[in-house]
């Protein structure tokens, strides 16, 4: 029987949650220095023996022990190529970083496997983003909670910056606000210390490289944006996966199919994307790498017929990044990509009259 109740009351698919920063429960009496790391310790037992250096199988209750046997690097498998990378700039080789999503997936509708739970109960730590970016994973996460520590990195966030999409959920897209973004390989440090304590100087100093890199690529983004007509700085694209990043780049943006792909654009939405696209006359739309094209394509030919010409602006990463060789294998990489398309496509068309 692979798969248990959660114990300590774990939401699955909760709408909350993000003001707490834990997506479940937390057990009392773990000392304060700890329940500061953002590790959702319902393995406590996990959490010890990994302290103690207990690396190697154990018998029964195994699962529960340090489980990395890959050249004694602990395993941490994380779920998008977001948090993948997040965790690659603070670790370092220090440990293996397995990611669950390939390039190109939409977090939002992966269904796990049962090789996935697998994988997922094999690790020394999951990394998930949160804030239900992983909606059809969180339930199986939820699942597993009581005998995997998961860190949950958006969570962690400040709620007073975490920003409300429809039906007053919290929207999970923070990655392109790097300022925001920022605040979190600190957290990802701090998880990765508790479970190879060794390694916390070495954490700690990545992280705070790292941060100090994605600050300097909000103020380059901040810049470059700028140079955008201001009437001009709108961006329409196939989901709403870009409110932090106008929050942060003072760019209006409107998503053809809300902030999950999970529900379907309907034609009400389209007409109004049209009417908005035709009225502020906006040469481009922009599709993306992980979500179906079709709305944007009704978008403009919407526009089309009523005589008014909109092109595609260039594909933007969005819940994913691109493979490894890619321009947007990492986060600092993808947002100077979206930037410089933004950028080109916008700043190019002719003014409004
Ligand atoms: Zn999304």
Known sequence: MFFEKPKNGARSGARSGHS?????????????ATSRSGVLWLTVAAAVLAAAGCGGPTADGGKLARKAAVGGRPRILVTTTVVADLVRQVAGDRVEVDCLMPPGIDPHSYKATPRDAERLLEADLVVASGLHLEGRLAALLARLADRVAVLSVADRL????????????????????????????????????????????????????YAAR?????????????????????????????????????????????????????????????????????????????????????????????????????????????????????????????????VTALAAGEAAP
Do not use: C
Not at 163 to 176: K, R
Not at 181 to 201: F, H, K, N, Q, T
Not at 216 to 241: W, Y
């Open 214 to 342: 994605l600050r300097e690529a909000d103020a380059e983004a901040r810049e470059r944006l700028a140079t955008i007509p201001p009437d001009r700085r709108v961006l329409v694209t196939a989901h709403d996966a870009f409110r932090y990043f106008g929050r942060a780049y003072g760019i209006e943006v409107v998503g053809v199919q809300g902030t999950s792909t999970a529900s379907e654009a309907g034609l009400g939405d389209i007409n109004r994307l049209v009417e908005l696209v035709v009225s502020r006359r906006i040469p481009a739309v922009f599709v993306e790498t992980s979500v179906a094209d079709r709305n944007v394509a009704a978008l403009i030919e919407g526009a089309r017929a009523r005589g008014h010409q909109v092109s595609i602006g260039g594909r933007l990463y969005s819940d994913s990044l691109g493979p490894t060789e890619s321009d947007g294998g990492t986060l600092e990489a993808a947002l100077a990509a979206n930037v410089e398309t933004i």
């Open 158 to 209: 400040p709620a007073n910056r975490i920003l409300e999409a429809a039906g007053g959920i919290p929207d999970p897209h923070v990655w392109f606000d790097a300022g925001l973004w920022s605040l979190l390989p600190a957290e990802v440090a701090r998880a990765l210390a508790a479970i190879d304590p060794a390694g916390a100087e070495t954490y700690a100093a990545r992280a705070e490289t």
């Open 20 to 32: 707490n920063g834990f997506s479940g429960g937390f057990p009392g009496g773990w000392p304060a």
